[in-house]
């Protein structure tokens, strides 16, 4: 094996390497849980990045935090109380914060470093945390929501790392009884959900699983993010059973929202066309998703 070798074992896409232009190294440190570095990038503004994996760059972080917020509220009406799982940097609470109907957002992070970082270097995401709805508690997502009393939620956004090292256990059945517990008849959840491209199979996985859990709807949609290992990043959107929640047609539309027009920060990627589209699946994908 060549030196070169080491850079194409990552487990989740191995026989592959991205590379961004590194200008200068703003913070390295190994917390409880993960390696937690800061670059300033000469073509993405700052990056952060967990035990070598890019988790967000301020160019293209605008992607993924509006699509993964905004494709869960803007599918139910009038959304009040939320759980963000993972999301340490803020921006996911940014965009949450958006919905001016909402009146409680818990978000369950488990790595402090990872907020407290966001706070000294990405103050444009960690923004999220100084809304007075949000409350914070560190610790396992997989313990929070054990103890999460029964249909609390109307969303549930999981903003998670890949499934190696913390988030692990994120991504298996038991974890998915105890979201849909958490909901309420008819809520839903937001799951990050990995690359069409490079995890056909660990998609088939959770969408089965969550098959099984969701008795309202689980479908797959996706955004471009540059960033992100093959460029597209995917999303689980599920239903429990009651009222049934048609993701594909917003039926609280982003542009209606008085509280995006009375946000600081215009919003960069998402919109209703954007939503509808997200859920246009390449061919192969169909296929893959529907013969399960
Ligand atoms: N918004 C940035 C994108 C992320 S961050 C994922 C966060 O999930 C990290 O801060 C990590 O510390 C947190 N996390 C991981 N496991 C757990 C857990 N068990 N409980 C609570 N929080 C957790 C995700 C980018 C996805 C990249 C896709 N390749």
């Known amino acids: 094996k060549s030196g070169k070798d080491v850079y194409f074992n990552n487990p989740m896409w191995p026989g592959e390497v991205h590379s961004i232009k590194v200008e200068n190294i703003l913070y390295k440190e190994k917390s409880e849980y993960q390696e937690v570095l800061i670059f300033e990038s000469s073509s993405y503004g700052k990056v952060l990045v967990l035990d070598g994996i890019v988790q967000l760059t301020e160019k293209d972080e605008c ?62 995401l960690a923004v999220g945390f100084e809304d007075p709805r949000v409350h914070l508690h560190v610790g396992d997502a997989v313990e929070f929501l054990k103890c999460c009393p029964e249909g609390k939620y109307d969303a549930i956004i999981v903003d998670s790392s890949d499934p190696v090292g913390p988030a692990q256990e994120l991504v298996e059945k038991p974890f998915f009884d105890t979201i849909a517990k958490a909901l309420r008849p008819g809520g839903v959840l937001c799951n990050m959900a990995e690359s069409m491209w490079l995890h056909t199979h660990l998609i088939q996985d959770i969408i089965s699983i969550c098959r099984e859990t969701f008795k309202g709807s689980v479908h797959y949609a996706w955004a471009s993010v540059p960033t992100y290992p093959s460029g597209v990043i995917g999303f689980l959107l599920c239903s429990t059973e009651g009222p049934p929640v048609d993701f594909v047609n917003p039926i609280n539309p982003i542009e209606k929202l008085e509280g995006a027009k009375e946000h600081k920060r215009e919003l960069r990627f998402y919109n209703s066309e954007m939503h509808s589209a997200a859920f246009a699946l390449p061919a192969f994908l169909k296929r893959e ?4």
Do not use: N, W
């Open 63 to 124: 992607a993924y935090q509006e699509m993964i917020a905004h494709l869960p509220l803007c599918s139910i009406q009038s959304p009040k109380t939320v759980l963000v799982v993972g999301g340490g940097d803020g921006g996911v609470l940014r965009e949450v914060s958006r919905h001016s109907s909402i009146e409680h957002i818990d978000i369950c992070e488990i790595d402090k470093m990872v907020i407290d970082v966001s706070r000294k270097f990405f103050p444009e």
């Open 289 to 292: 998703v529907s013969l399960l």
